[in-house]
T-cell receptor, first 113, second 113 residues
Framework: GAGVSQSPRYKVAKRGQDVALRCDPISGHVSLFWYQQALGQGPEFLTYFQNEAQLDKSGLPSDRFFAERPEGSVSTLKIQRTQQEDSAVYLC???????????FGDGTRLSIL | KQEVTQIPAALSVPEGENLVLNCSFTDSAIYNLQWFRQDPGKGLTSLLLIQSSQREQTSGRLNASLDKSSGRSTLYIAASQPGDSATYLCAVKITGGGNKLTFGTGTQLKVEL
């Protein structure tokens, strides 16, 4: 596709379940970013990949959060043992290179019951 | 730690009015500053990007200015239209801080007929 694609668009899970969120970046984009956006707030950085290498994971809030991009294209953000405070919109962005403008997907809205 | 603040948090104006949105940041060592638009349930659309060496950027009815020394940016929207209703976010990329963006909390704009 022409833009960044995220799936699922909505995810409801019970507290304690594991979830996996997928991001398909724009074809050929080297850099990929994950952000978390709580209701009424701006997005907050989680992690950054350059190709398959995870160069910055300083924003991951706990060791329950894990991201991967094994082939340098599609990325998955996994949250283990979900908690209610994990409820948010998770945005993925890609850019041709790290210093180029980031293009965002529509996000996955995660609700933890 | 870079902090980004946006004022006002919400704004309602009649159609046709010119308006200014404000963004301030605490660390002036920025690489660039970007203004985004976010519609409900959607991702972010980039409006304007200002490099640290630039003072302003223009696109159609939008003009963004940057004053690094005072840690401020403004987004000027001329002749506002109902279609401009959205949340506007500013984000900075810090020099030497990797490629992550630090966002403000946004200004929710409503342009009324």
């Amino acid at each position: 596709g022409a833009g960044v694609s995220q799936s699922p668009r909505y995810k409801v899970a019970k507290r304690g379940q594991d979830v996996a969120l997928r991001c398909d970046p724009i074809s050929g984009h080297v850099s990929l970013f994950w952000y978390q956006q709580a209701l009424g707030q701006g997005p907050e950085f989680l992690t950054y990949f350059q190709n398959e290498a995870q160069l910055d994971k300083s924003g991951l809030p706990s060791d329950r959060f894990f991201a991967e991009r094994p082939e340098g294209s599609v990325s998955t953000l996994k949250i283990q043992r979900t908690q209610q405070e994990d409820s948010a919109v998770y945005l993925c962005a890609s850019s041709l290179y790290g210093d180029q403008p980031q293009h965002f997907g529509d996000g996955t809205r995660l609700s933890i019951l | 730690k870079q902090e980004v603040t946006q004022i006002p948090a919400a704004l309602s104006v009649p159609e046709g009015e010119n308006l200014v949105l404000n963004c301030s940041f605490t660390d002036s060592a920025i690489y660039n500053l970007q203004w985004f638009r976010q519609d409900p349930g959607k991702g972010l659309t980039s409006l304007l990007l200002i490099q640290s060496s630039q003072r302003e950027q223009t696109s159609g009815r939008l003009n963004a200015s940057l004053d690094k020394s005072s840690g401020r940016s403004t987004l000027y929207i001329a002749a506002s239209q109902p279609g401009d209703s959205a949340t506007y976010l500013c984000a900075v990329k810090i020099t030497g801080g990797g490629n992550k963006l630090t966002f403000g909390t946004g200004t929710q704009l409503k342009v009324e007929l």
